[in-house]
């Protein structure tokens, strides 16, 4: 089905046939969500949105706004992510840039942000350090809630880096710190004590890298790449980080669904207490935690 031609059709129109190639063209791998994505691109050529949307959806669109809207579509149906072409994706509330060479903020990862902060606010002034820091998503958001944290990023690739900073700049996150360094052997800028030390490390085991979405494939490998099982980065932390806790300091991880027990055996080995698995929203083990023995 060919895409309409300027003057001869609606925004709806458009939006129609803009759903429909998603649907075609991005095979063998499909579009998840060809309408939420193709809305999204429209959004970005059109300056429509969800609320003027209804009142303008019967108006005609501009051959510029064709053009433009189906050039997005044909790199969305080739699979680059959406988040990548829209140069930005929310996480709680906050707009980031993100581009090849990031991993792209995900709504899951939003539960590990919230838990560190149940856990910070009861704490003045709080020191944080956040390993594999990416775009700054997390550390960010922290900062943004919790006005009196100082909070350390700590990020090896420069790729990632750029947009850390840029994003960093962008909120105003003058609180975050963003140090460039390899997490499995930290730079010495990195001491304790840190009253939470937080992480979303790479966890997908290398095998099962090829087997990814496409959409997924196009992250940076080092973003999602956890060795031979998944569990590199969590084995290497364990003997570096629970040391640099506070007394009853948090110790808190983003998961694999079938890595909770293993990673909350490698808590307890390091000393931690009340080590738990946090199931996420569909029962799915998504986070581990533990807490650095309290003062005597």
Known sequence: MKMPTAGKGSYRTLLRQGEHLLRRRARPDPCE??????????????GL??????????????????EAYLALLRRRAAGEPVQYILGEWDFMGLDFKVGPGVLIPRPE??????????????????????????????????????????????????????????NKARHGAERVTAIPGDALSPPPEIQGPYDAILSNPPYIARRELPTLQREVQQEPAMALDGGSDGLDFYRGFNGIYPSMLAPGGLLLYEIGEEQGEAVAALLRQAGLQRVA????????????LGYAPDEN
């Open 109 to 166: 990862t939003e539960q590990l942000a919230e838990a560190a902060i149940a856990f910070l606010q009861k704490r003045p002034k709080p020191r944080v350090l956040e390993l594999c820091g990416g775009s700054g998503c997390i550390a960010i958001t922290l900062a943004k809630t919790l006005p009196a944290a100082d909070i350390t990023v700590l990020e090896l690739s420069p790729e990632a880096m750029g947009y850390l900073v840029e």
């Open 33 to 46: 969500d060809a309408a939420t994505d193709a809305f999204l691109l429209l959004e970005k050529v059109s």
């Open 277 to 288: 698995i946090l199931p996420d929203l569909y029962g799915q083990p998504r986070n581990v």
């Open 49 to 66: 949105n969800h609320t003027n949307y209804p009142l303008k959806k019967d108006e005609p669109y501009t051959a510029a706004e064709r």
